[in-house]
C-alpha cells in the first residue's frame, strides 16, 4: 500500500468516526422513558417482569452498572435508575454509531438509540432495517421500525405504539402523542 492510498484510508476512516459519534438527545431519552417507565413503590424503584417476561429494573434495565442480572424483588433509588440508563445508554449509541454506515440526522439517532435499547442488538445487526438505512433508503426506515411489534411472536399494543413513536421520531415529527 502507498503512502497516497494509506492517507486516503485514514482520511475516510475519520469522516466515518466524525459522522457516527453522536448521542441520544433529551428528546430520545424521553421517549425511551415514557416507554419502558420506572416502577416505584415507597419512594424506591423496583424490580418488574418485561412484557418478554425477564427481571428489569428502572428504565428497561436487565443488568446493573456492575454487569450482573437484575434479580426478582431488587430495589434501587431514583438517582440510581437515572445513572444506569446513562451508562447503558452510551453502549446502545456505540451500537448505532459502528452499525450505521450513512450520515444520520439526530431524530433518526434518536429513534434508532431507542430501537435498539428496547431490542437488542443482535436484531439491529440482523434486520433489514439496518440494511435499509445503510442503503440510504431512509423513507423506508419508518415502516421497517413499525414491524417490531411483537413480543414471542404475538404483537403487543405497547410495542405498537413504542414503533409507532420511534418511526415518527425518525422522520422528525411529534411523537409525544401516541
Given amino acids: 500500500m502507498n503512502l497516497k492510498t494509506l492517507l486516503c484510508t485514514i482520511g475516510q476512516l475519520l469522516q466515518k468516526k466524525e459522522i457516527n459519534s453522536m448521542k441520544i438527545s433529551k428528546n430520545g431519552i424521553n421517549l425511551i422513558k415514557h416507554f419502558e417507565g420506572c416502577p416505584m413503590e415507597d419512594g424506591m424503584v423496583v424490580s418488574y417482569r418485561c412484557p418478554a417476561n425477564k427481571p428489569t429494573i428502572g428504565y428497561g434495565s436487565l443488568k446493573l452498572i456492575d454487569g450482573s442480572p437484575v434479580q426478582d424483588g431488587m430495589t434501587i433509588t431514583k438517582q440510581e435508575a437515572e ?33 435498539v435499547f428496547n431490542l437488542g442488538p443482535t436484531n439491529l445487526k440482523n434486520s ?27 404483537p403487543n399494543e405497547g410495542l405498537k405504539k413504542r414503533r409507532k413513536a420511534e418511526a415518527l421520531l425518525f422522520q422528525g415529527q411529534e411523537w409525544g402523542k401516541v
Fill in 83 to 115: 445513572d444506569l440508563l446513562a451508562h447503558e445508554l452510551k453502549e446502545y449509541e456505540g451500537y448505532i454509531n459502528d452499525m450505521v454506515t450513512v450520515a444520520i440526522k439526530q431524530h433518526e439517532m434518536d429513534a434508532m438509540v431507542s430501537w
Fill in 128 to 154: 433489514t432495517l439496518l440494511r435499509v438505512l445503510n442503503e440510504g433508503k431512509y423513507h423506508e426506515v419508518p415502516e421497517q421500525i413499525k414491524r417490531w411489534n411483537k413480543v414471542n411472536g404475538v
